[in-house]
């Protein structure tokens, strides 16, 4: 039977700069972190880096003529910071100003929505030098204003903001695992580097909300990653584990924007680790968001930890596992992508409505899903079908989300092309191919057939 979405889905894809742009240092583009890490021997897997990817600096337009043809109504992508502030702040570069403008003006003529997010990891190396990056106390007042920027010279066209991505990836996986960018290995640091991801974010927002939005007729919110946790039993501890990995995952991120302040099992179990807002920042960051921005891939079970067993995986959990005692799991029956996330649509589903008890059913875009296969092209073409029922089965979830009063309003797949896989660069087995010129292979990774058709009949 055929599932119409609500009229006014926004259908939509996504990337981000640094996996797709390359141009790493056209035109007076300064380097970012994510430059710095990939030239250290070992860190990107096969020594790979985002230095060409899929060349969308150079090739903007045949990427919005893609776009078009597949029926692509929003387009989510990342500003460069270093593309328009080579030093993170300072001196403007035109020529990154003027790119942008280029490609908001060809995807409006177009017919498709530009969402921007503004910052997707690729922070000016500049300012991880001079401040700490992201462990810095000026962090949020730069990146304030060069969201300002962005605001000032784009915002007359764009009317969808997203401040920060994934803030538990810049976190954990660069402050506490070492393995993305700055490579800092910590117990303590990712707690630091989430406390000044939040501030930024208000930040911004502040200045949006109070210079721009009125006169800009935008909106503006914040996309956190989360993972469902699903008890492993019935048992009120495993319960208790899987409610405790989510308020680690996305209630760090997520319940100072809606509830003004972190989650209490955190402050319980963190301490002094964990740092504090002071009333001001609190009141700032209560209702900084416009929307729920949620990236979703995959789902585990969670149980209480056994003692000395150890706890959870340096990818799978919500935080540093050992903050949390929960023992992740997946089951031997469930079908895996190649990059080994379980898929299991009814998580989603379990997820959105677990969003929408806690935030007070507030408006949900789902601003990535996806899958990865190695899909090997034959005359331009993939024979798609694991991705196809991959997005069947999540799109189906959505709609039951919908179904049960879940307020999801959008839905953008991860992602556009094959692009650069950050720390594991261009792998087969994570879906991306090469091809000779040392650009990435330019069929999408949504089925462009199927998911035209899913968007021009808004339905399965």
């Not at 990427?63 to 692509?72: C, E, F, K, P, T």
């Not at 030098?129 to 992201?134: A, R």
């Not at 393995?179 to 208000?202: C, E, I, M, N, T």
């Amino acid at each position: 039977m055929r599932k119409s979405f609500p009229s006014g889905f926004v259908w939509g894809s996504a990337t981000s700069a640094y996996q797709v742009e390359g141009g790493w240092n056209a035109d007076g583009k300064g380097p970012s972190i994510w430059d710095v890490f990939c030239m250290i021997p070992g860190k990107v897997w096969n020594n790979d880096n985002g230095n060409i990817a899929c060349d969308h600096y150079h090739r903007l337009e045949e990427d919005v003529a893609l776009m078009q043809s597949m029926g692509i109504k929003a387009y989510r992508f990342s500003i460069s910071w270093p593309r328009i502030l080579p030093a993170g702040r300072g001196a403007l570069n035109q020529a990154g100003i003027d790119f942008y403008n280029r490609l908001i003006d060809a995807l409006l003529a177009a017919g498709i929505e530009p969402w921007v997010t503004l910052y997707h990891w690729d922070l000016p190396a500049a300012l991880e030098f001079e401040i700490d990056g992201w462990l810095g106390e000026e962090i949020p007042e730069v990146f304030a204003e060069y969201a300002e920027l962005c605001f000032r010279h784009f915002g007359d066209r764009v009317k969808n903001w997203i401040t920060i991505n994934e803030a538990w990836v810049v976190a954990i996986l660069g402050y506490g695992h070492g393995v993305f960018a700055p490579g800092k290995v910590s117990k303590d640091l990712p707690y630091r580097a989430g406390h000044q991801l939040l501030k930024a974010h208000a930040r911004a927002v502040e200045v949006y909300r109070t210079r721009y939005q009125a006169i800009q007729n935008g909106k503006i919110g914040i996309t956190n990653n989360c993972d469902w946790r699903e008890p492993l039993s019935d048992s009120p501890a495993d319960r208790a584990a899987a409610q405790r990995a989510l308020e680690f995952f996305l209630g760090w991120f997520a319940d100072p924007v809606y509830k003004g302040d972190y989650p209490d099992c955190m402050k319980e179990r963190l301490g002094e680790r964990l740092p504090s807002f002071s009333p001001e920042e609190k009141a700032l960051l209560k209702g900084s968001s416009d929307f729920f921005g949620l990236n979703h891939y995959t789902t585990m079970y969670a149980s209480e930890a056994k003692p000395d067993a150890g706890s959870g995986s340096v990818y799978g959990n919500g935080g540093l596992s050992e903050d949390q005692d929960v023992d992740l799991s997946v089951s031997p029956d469930w079908e895996m992508t190649d990059m080994q996330w379980a898929i299991v649509p009814w998580g989603c589903r379990k997820l959105l409505e677990w969003i929408a008890a806690r935030y007070d059913n507030p408006p949900v875009f789902i601003t990535e899903n996806g899958c990865a296969f190695d899909q090997t092209p034959v005359n331009g073409q993939v024979q798609d079908d694991a991705r196809i029922r991959f997005f069947q089965g999540y799109l189906t979830a959505v709609h039951e989300a919908i179904e049960k009063g879940v307020d999801v309003q959008g839905y953008f797949i991860w992602s556009l092309l094959d692009n650069f896989e950050w720390a594991s660069g261009y792998s087969k087995k994570f879906g991306i191919t090469c091809i000779e010129e040392g650009t990435l292979n330019r069929i999408p990774k949504a089925s462009a057939q199927w998911y035209g058709e899913v968007v021009r009949n808004n339905g399965l």
